[in-house]
Every structure is written in C-alpha cells, then in structure tokens.
C-alpha cells in the first residue's frame, strides 16, 4: 500500500515560486509512476505532470511546461513540485498521485486521473495578483 502526503501549499503573488512537496509512504516499486493533478473550483481534475521511477521520464501539461519541474528524490521518498512564474490561473487545489503497478503499461504518459489508485489530500495553492 503506499500513501501520499503533500505539503507546502501557499497564497503567493502572480509571477511568485513555490514549491509543493509529495511525501510516499511504501515502496516506490508500488507506485512506479508518481503524478502531479490539480482542481480548481467547479472544475474537473487537471494532470499537470508526471513522472517514472525507472529511468526518471517526466511529462508535463502544455500550460506548465516551462514552468515547472519534478524533483523525485527515492532515497527520500519525495517528489516535489518546483513552480515558477505562477500564474492566476495556477490557483487549485494540487494532488499527488501514484499508478499501481498492477497498472503499469510502461512510458509516463497517464493523463487521466482514473489511471491513478494512490492519492493525497490536496494542498491549496492561491496565486493573488
């Protein structure tokens, strides 16, 4: 089983960084493609970015590439969310979320959440202008 925790959620001002932070509990082997989702109000869960353990392959939306960045650290057993040049749009609530491994087709490209059986409680981040 693997559980996720986020953290470093924020009210930060347009053009501002922030970073968020996924701690993972379990096996990273349990979740070999970690992801970052984020919801806004009355909005559907948006994919932002993702990641594979195994040889370290990101992917990111086209309204962050650019912008931001993973940093996976399996010693640690974190993944961050470095983001820069924040926008208004940015404003949501961000998920960290990890595949099954019973999941696992290969590549990094799962885009939906219901790809996804591991999931954080959310972390707000609020861009102000």
């Known amino acids: 089983q693997v559980q996720l925790v986020e953290s470093g959620g924020g009210l930060v001002q347009a053009g501002a960084s922030l970073r968020l932070s996924c701690a993972i509990s379990?096996?990273?082997?349990?979740?070999?493609?970690m992801a970052w989702f984020r919801q806004a109000p009355g909005k559907e869960r948006e994919f932002v970015s993702s990641?594979?353990?195994?040889?370290?392959?990101?992917f990111y939306s086209n309204s962050v590439k650019g912008r931001f960045t993973i940093f996976a650290d399996n010693v640690k057993n974190t993944m961050d969310l470095q983001m820069n040049r924040l926008k208004l749009e940015d404003t949501a609530v961000y998920f960290c979320?990890?595949?099954?491994?019973?999941?696992?087709?290969?590549?990094?490209?799962?885009?939906?959440?219901?790809?996804?059986?591991?999931w954080g409680q959310g972390t707000q981040v609020t861009v102000s202008s």
């Open positions: 979320a990890g595949l099954s491994g019973a999941s696992d087709r290969g590549g990094v490209y799962y885009l939906s959440p219901s790809d996804y059986t591991y």
């Open positions: 379990g096996r990273s082997t349990s979740a070999p493609v």
């Open positions: 990641f594979r353990w195994s040889g370290g392959a990101t």
